[in-house]
């Protein structure tokens, strides 16, 4: 066998391992096109208001959480941040969105300024009951106060995964808690 | 874990480890008062948000178990025992009313798992900075800890 087949045999055979190369959030198939999302937030601060369509053309990752969350919330923001930094300098590209579930005690502010907090280009947003009745419905996904709603001290479950939507605006991955930054941003620069 | 015990105990003469300040001639008092302690104790920084959690290491080196009843802390309104538990593909997060120590082993607070919840900051937790906790045990003892604040 020559140099130049061996040569061919191997870029070969690397192009047919990046291609079965796994994901390390789980990769949905059939993508299908991901379920509408639209946060009207306050006329007064553009940064508390987002609505997925307006993202199409760059990859979007959604977190649904709540701001009173001290463990996993946080965790995952912070993945994010590594995420974010692994990707290097160029920001282009990825957005970042906090969805609150906890409409009652997540101002429309305190959403954006929580998810400022672990970098600034990350997007806060809260929903009013009715938007996080209609999401929850259309995403297929469960979150609900835990404890008693009328004290300060009640928790929220909501979902575990982060979901990634592609630059086609489709459902592409749910990255479950735990995965490193690092192996999320592999993740986003095969969609980015 | 032994070993551990035998290195927290010689480390605890030297005043290093991170754990109750207790005088060495208190150990008279009974070798299971000096068998707990906390390794690697961090806090999240959190600058504006009220919530941050903190983990740690909590090893038991003596032969007697014991069981963590509760945290409290100046630098928070409360602070609590929690537990974020995955079901399915949804995350909750339970308060925890005792967590049992067992003789020779350790318990993991670390994220997405077993935390100190500090609930109403006092102040904002910047990288750096450190929180003091203190620790509450079925037993009587306490133990002092103080928490590096990062930001992972």
């Known amino acids: ?23 390390h959030g789980v990769a949905m198939d059939p993508a299908n096109p991901a379920p509408p999302l639209s946060i009207a937030g306050t006329l007064a601060e553009p940064a508390t208001r987002f609505t997925l369509a307006d993202a199409k053309g760059d990859v979007v990752l959604l977190y649904f959480g709540y701001t009173h969350c001290p463990d996993v919330c946080p965790t995952t ?12 300098p160029d920001t282009s590209g990825v957005r970042y969105v906090f969805v609150s579930v906890d409409p009652q005690r997540d101002t429309p502010e305190l959403s954006a300024a929580y998810a400022r907090q672990f970098d600034k280009a990350f997007v806060g947003v809260s929903p009013t009951d009715d938007e996080l009745g209609l999401l929850l419905k259309e995403w297929a996904i469960a979150a609900y ?48 | 874990m032994r070993k551990i015990f035998v290195a927290c105990a010689s ?21 299971a008062r000096a068998a707990l302690s906390v390794h690697e104790a961090w806090a999240r920084a959190a600058d504006s948000g009220a919530m941050t959690a903190v983990y740690f290491t909590l090893a038991n080196g003596s032969a007697v178990s014991d069981t963590l009843t509760g945290a409290s802390t100046d630098a928070a ?23 049992p120590v067992p003789a020779e082993d350790s318990v993991l607070f670390r994220p997405l798992g077993a935390h100190v919840m500090l609930m109403g900051l006092r102040r904002p937790l910047a990288d750096g900075d450190t929180v003091p906790l203190t620790l509450r045990f079925v037993s009587g003892q306490t133990l002092e800890v103080r928490a590096g604040v990062r930001v992972p």
């Open chain 1, 77 to 88: 923001m912070s993945d994010w941040v590594r995420a974010k930094r692994a990707l290097g």
């Open chain 1, 1 to 23: 066998m020559s140099i130049r087949s061996l040569l061919v045999a191997a870029v070969v055979a690397s192009l047919t391992a990046c291609a079965e190369r796994p994901w």
């Open chain 2, 77 to 99: 309104d409360e602070a609590g025992l929690h537990m974020s538990m995955q079901q399915g593909n949804t995350m909750h997060m339970a308060a925890v009313r005792a967590l």
């Open chain 2, 11 to 31: 480390a605890l003469a030297l005043g290093a480890c991170e754990r109750a300040p207790e005088p060495a001639a208190d150990s008279a008092a009974g070798p």
């Open chain 1, 145 to 192: 106060p835990e404890g008693d709603p009328r004290t300060n001290a009640y928790t929220v479950a909501h979902p575990a995964h982060t979901f990634v939507v592609d630059r086609d605006g489709r459902l592409r991955l749910m990255i479950p808690p735990g995965v490193r930054g690092e192996d999320i941003a592999e993740d986003l620069r095969r969609l980015r």
